[in-house]
């Protein structure tokens, strides 16, 4: 079955609609970090993504920091900046507390420039049958997913 009839077949009420958008996320993250691979051939989507978020994340940039900010425990993070630290795009310090600190190399910054053209033709593809009001509206519905599973981690549901 395509995924056009798939969310045809689940376009038939309210609750069915929402399953469609739930499991379609997932797809959707699949399928992006497949074409992501194809983009960028030296590190992978997510080596990638700690990158940019590494890059965005307010001081100090520790692994917890960063995890935070990806949704991804400390233990994924490390492992992600372990491989990208022996490919010379990061360097791990050790700080007070236990704290490991992840700061780019000029190699990361290189990299950022060399592949920035590409990454814009890939979003350009990605978008290319939004407009910017429907660009507007996907954001700010995304804005209350995040709500919403900010909710769903402050409730215990099925554990008690």
């Known amino acids: 079955m395509k995924m ?18 739930f499991s379609s996320i997932f797809i959707l ?4 970090q497949t074409a992501g691979e194809k983009l960028q051939t ?3 989507l997510k080596q990638w993504l700690l990158l940019a978020m590494t890059a965005c994340c307010p001081e ?3 692994l917890t920091n960063i995890g ?15 491989t990208l630290e022996k490919k010379g795009f990061v360097r791990l310090l050790l700080e ?3 704290s490991v600190r992840i700061e780019l190399t000029d190699k990361a910054g ?3 420039e060399e592949i920035g053209e590409r990454h814009s033709q890939f979003l350009k593809l990605l978008f290319t049958d939004f407009n910017e009001d429907k660009i507007d509206l996907l954001f ?4 209350k997913l995040f709500v919403g599973i900010g909710e769903i981690r402050l409730m215990n549901i099925g554990n008690g």
Not at 6 to 11: A, D, I, S, V
């Open 4 to 21: 056009d009839e798939l969310f045809e077949e689940y376009n038939c009420d309210t609750e069915h609609r929402v399953q469609a958008i």
């Open 29 to 32: 993250q699949n399928r992006m």
């Open 42 to 44: 030296e590190i992978s």
């Open 60 to 62: 100090p940039r520790t």
């Open 68 to 82: 935070n900010l990806m949704g991804c425990s400390r233990q994924n993070i490390k492992k992600l900046a372990l």
């Open 96 to 98: 007070g507390n236990n």
């Open 110 to 112: 290189q990299y950022a």
């Open 140 to 143: 700010h519905l995304y804005v």
